[in-house]
């Protein structure tokens, strides 16, 4: 019998659909681990297919493609350590999401899901059936049990692989960021270790999906609930972890406890990654935005800067007759700051043909939004022009605050493919912009120092769509918005929760209005990186024709 087993962890990024390529990085990894003598290399959840696939799995020439990928690892990864990997799984009539052992050449083992999520961004009750909680499979004489990513948020999965002989839990995730995840995932593993007196690792893959983004951060911890080892977050990495057979059963020996940042740079590093991660895996190595000379605008600058390097940035100023010298001046600063290439493209001329092709329609008719909009809808017209000729990604700009009450303008501002800062409030885009002018990492591409210029951070915001237009004039001042924001969207809070905690009857109110008549706009908006639980999308689903209204 074995007193050590060593296990490699590939926390990857797979590429969704990609088999052929997600097959490769298995192989590499397993190859990785035979030279350093590892007894099993695991991979995630779902790796072979990548996560979270939605409806793709279902497509029967897609899992069956994914399946024969399996089985050909299994061949070829003959001579070697044993090999885990997630992907989808028939038996009869029945679908699963599945974890699979491949050892000697063959399928030795394969673990299926039993607790599906169904809640935020997860939908697998409607794709995958509900697997039977299943006892360990064995590698080299030591029995192992693989709750996947849900079943180990649950105490009966652990504690029936514990009863059966388990003598360590490895948990193969597809667990996607938001802010403050780690220490929920912490505590739920914590509870299994205790329960159970197993030790645990969690293996979680790492980058971007659509709006998800996938941190990686997978950790080790030994009976008692003790940190064996941590890796990074939002960074691919192989680690190779040690355990040793003691008296009192299995102990996870010490490795590296990577040291995790705080709240602002994860989200800025989870906006930057899934970022990088949209244009490569769509295909597109450039972007372009359009440069207001306010934050927003800046914020996505740097963001994509530090994603995809200055030289593939274009920024975009487009000015009408509101647009005031220090928006033109502060546009050019933040650009020249990053680096990228910068362009201006007066709307004027563009303006006066649509005013006078619309005049005879309008005549007697006072100007007002449809005016104002009109300016956003050319700058969009634009900007697509642009982005069509020299196939470059438009990125959209509006913060979370703004795509919350509708504060921006579709077929206008709203146009793009991606917009970074979707799932960012105002205030917080404040905070980020402070903190990315006095902090650098490797990982970005853009350079160190202030990026922002203060002056965009500094001073009031404005569309400029009319003279002396300031946010304020439509909307309550921004921490007052998120504010109330916060509790009707993210905490799904009624009327009078917001009134208790001390908002203004009438002003939260109003908020409730705009958030709901701007559903239609949301629905038709880019995507976005998610950042909470509360992100507009997959996490907060609402019916576009929609009467409800608050009557507390």
């Known amino acids: 019998m074995a007193d050590t087993f060593r296990l490699t962890l590939a926390q990857l990024n797979p590429v969704m659909g990609d088999i ?12 990785t681990g035979r030279e350093a003598g590892a007894d099993f290399v695991a991979l995630p959840e779902m790796f072979i297919l990548g996560y979270n696939p939605q409806d793709l799995v279902r497509k029967p020439v897609v899992h069956q493609a994914a399946i024969a990928a399996i089985e050909t690892l299994a061949r070829e990864c003959a001579e070697g350590p044993a090999l885990g990997i997630g992907g989808p799984a028939l038996e009869g009539a029945e679908f ?3 974890y699979y052992v491949l050892d000697g050449g063959r399928i030795g083992a394969t673990v299926l899901k ?16 509900s697997g039977p909680i299943m006892g360990p499979y064995s590698i080299n004489g030591v029995r192992i049990g693989s709750p996947i990513c849900e079943d180990a948020w649950f105490e009966d999965v652990a504690e029936t692989l514990a009863e059966t002989g388990a003598e360590f839990l490895l948990v193969p995730n597809g667990s996607p960021y938001y802010r403050e995840k780690q220490e929920v995932r912490l505590n739920h593993m914590v509870s299994r270790v205790v329960e159970t007196g197993l030790p645990l690792i969690y293996l979680n893959m790492v980058g971007g999906q659509d709006d998800q983004v996938f941190d ?10 003790a940190l064996a080892m941590q890796m990074p977050v939002f960074e691919e990495g192989i680690a190779h972890l040690d355990l040793a057979r003691e008296a009192d059963g299995w102990r996870i020996l010490p490795g590296e406890v990577a040291v995790h940042p705080g709240a602002l740079e994860q989200d800025y590093n989870a906006m930057v990654l899934a970022l990088r991660d949209y244009c490569r895996k769509t295909g597109f190595t450039k972007v ?11 914020l996505v600058a740097a963001i994509a800067v530090d994603a995809l390097g200055p030289a593939n940035v274009r920024c975009v100023m487009l000015p009408s007759e509101y647009t005031s010298e220090g928006s033109l001046t502060d546009a050019r600063a933040a650009a020249e700051a990053l680096g990228c290439h910068y362009e201006t493209v007066p709307i004027g001329a563009v303006r006066g043909a649509v005013t006078e092709t619309l005049a005879p329609l309008f005549e007697g008719l006072k100007p007002d939004l449809t005016e104002e909009n009109i300016q956003s809808r050319i700058r969009g017209l634009l900007l697509m022009a642009l982005s069509n000729k020299f196939g470059e990604m438009l990125l959209t700009t509006g913060n979370k605050s703004e795509v919350a009450v509708g504060y921006a303008t579709i077929y206008g501002d709203m146009a793009g493919g991606y917009n970074p800062i979707k799932d960012l409030y105002k205030t917080r885009v404040f905070e980020i912009s402070r903190w990315r002018n006095t902090h650098h990492h490797p990982w970005m591409n853009g350079p160190a120092g202030e990026v922002i210029p203060t002056a965009i951070i500094d001073k009031p915001p404005s569309a400029e769509l009319r003279e002396d237009q300031k946010d304020s004039d439509s909307l309550p001042d921004y921490d007052i918005l998120d504010g109330i924001l916060d509790l009707l969207v993210d905490q799904e809070a009624s009327v009078s929760d917001c009134v208790a905690a001390g908002y203004d009857r009438e002003v939260v109110k109003q908020v409730e209005r705009l958030l709901y008549l701007s559903e239609y706009k949301r629905f038709q908006s880019a995507p976005g990186t998610r950042l909470s639980k509360g992100a507009f999308w997959l996490d907060r689903r609402y019916p576009i024709v929609n009467r409800w209204r608050d009557p507390s």
């Open 216 to 225: 990686g951060a997978s950790f080790a911890l030994n009976p008692g609930g």
């Open 20 to 31: 052929a390529g997600n097959a490769a990085k298995a192989r590499a990894a397993w190859e």
């Open 288 to 298: 372009l935005l359009g440069m207001s000379g306010g934050i927003d605008s800046a």
């Open 96 to 98: 699963f999401n599945a």
């Open 114 to 129: 039993h607790h599906l999520p169904n809640e935020t961004v997860f939908d697998e009750q409607r794709i995958f059936d």
